[in-house]
């Protein structure tokens, strides 16, 4: 980029939402506000890359305090989203519309498939000759981006999980039956494990979690809810929607085979109830009717809830979303970097618990998902192990304090 000359910047949001997505959107137009010798104005597409294209955009340059503290606390995509996945003709109409409006500037705020797309429009550029900073602004319920440590918007999810289950598990003991729980995360576990925290003491729910990266046969899950029902006189399960079979195969796909896909090949999984019917039926005739015992068997998907619940935000999730917008501009505007994505390095632990930012390659975040750690799962792929729960409480901050009876 030319002189002292100013250049505008565009900043969309992409993929499910989060608890704190906005937290990033208001981080960016702080720091823009910082480097106004630099950029000029900050322009916010509608609907993620789509909005670029039909050039549906909000200036968010003057937007001013309070106003901005009321969206950063707003939960889900204050833009809007989208899963449009740019090719060679998609990414030309972007710059056409980038070269009519003087961008120069672009940040992309979402997961996986939103670092692909940025990466996709960064490569376009460079093809094309056309001078743009790209930097993606990472977040995802999923805690999948690889290379950083965790993920804005995990944090909040972990949290609202956690405490979901620890009240299902209170109300399980209430009235004693087997419970299972769906939670979100299609090919990694991090989610459903939060759910460990939930568990004060061995008898707490859940007693059985089950997770992508460790295999489950239908066998297992009989077994394991049966020997656990005998022991507690109850079970309560919480099961990642994407579980696999011993063959790697999705139990998903044993339970419908015209699930809809978005754009990025992506089974939509979270809106569907298919897999915790699928399961609560193998309790009630592999457990219940060979048992000739009646059962109560239940069970619920937490769905779309979990990434958009209002007013349950961890503190420490929305200070590092806002961290992370702030970090990506403040990247963009060096003399450094053309392109990137802000990713998390954790430098304390505990008491202690701290991160600092570094700058990734797109490709290195791109696409690709990190799953959950072998070290977090215990021997029998059934439950989560206590280095997971240290790992995880800082990014959670606590939760309700409960009691029980002697």
């Not at 797309?117 to 376009?124: D, G, L, P, Q």
């Not at 999948?144 to 909040?156: A, I, K, N």
């Not at 011993?246 to 569907?272: C, F, V, Y």
């Amino acid at each position: 980029m030319s002189g002292n000359k100013r250049y505008n910047a565009v900043v969309g949001q992409s993929g499910g939402p989060t608890a704190v997505i906005n937290q990033s959107l208001v981080g960016i137009i702080e720091a823009v506000k910082q480097h106004d010798d630099k950029i000029n104005r900050l322009l916010g597409a509608r609907f993620g890359t789509r909005g670029i294209i039909e050039e549906n955009f909000v200036d968010l340059t003057d937007l001013e305090f309070p106003f901005l503290e009321r969206i950063a606390q707003t939960p889900c995509a204050a833009l809007g989203s989208t899963r449009d996945k740019p090719d060679e003709q998609y990414c030309k109409r972007i710059f056409k519309v980038f070269e009519k409006n003087d961008v120069h500037y672009f940040f992309y705020i979402g997961g996986n498939d939103s670092a692909d797309t940025a990466r996709i429009v960064a490569e376009m550029a460079q093809q094309e000759g056309y001078d743009l900073r790209v930097f993606h602004i990472p977040k995802t319920i999923d805690n999948d981006l690889r290379v950083t440590d965790h993920c804005p918007g995990y944090g909040s999810a972990a949290r609202f999980v956690a405490a979901a289950v620890m009240g299902d598990g209170l109300d399980n003991a209430s009235l004693p039956g087997i419970k299972i729980d769906v939670i979100m995360g299609r090919n990694a576990g991090w989610l459903a494990a939060s759910t460990i925290l939930a568990k004060k003491d061995e008898s707490d729910a859940p007693h059985l979690i089950y997770v992508p990266e460790s295999p489950l046969t239908k066998e297992q899950f009989i077994n394991d809810v049966s020997e656990t029902y005998n022991k507690y006189g109850r079970c309560l399960v919480c099961v990642s929607e994407g579980i696999v079979d011993e063959n790697g195969q999705p139990w998903s796909k044993k339970i419908s085979t015209q699930m809809e896909r978005d754009a990025h090949g992506n089974i939509q999984l979270a809106g569907s109830g298919a897999l915790g019917d699928y399961l609560a039926q193998l309790v009630r005739t592999e457990i219940a009717e060979k048992r000739g015992e009646k059962l109560r068997v239940r069970a619920d998907t937490f769905g779309y809830l979990q990434r958009s619940f209002p007013g349950y935000a961890s503190l420490v999730d929305q200070a590092e979303a806002r961290l992370a917008g702030k970090t990506g501009v403040e990247y963009a505007c060096s003399d450094d970097y053309q392109t990137g994505s802000v990713a998390f390095r954790r430098t304390g632990n505990g008491d202690n618990y701290a991160i600092e930012c570094f700058r990734a390659e797109l490709q290195d975040v791109a696409k690709e998902t990190k799953p959950l750690p072998a070290e977090y799962i215990n021997e029998k792929g059934n439950g989560i192990t206590e280095e997971f729960r240290e790992y995880v409480s800082p990014l959670v901050g606590e939760l309700p304090a409960i009691a029980k009876l002697p």
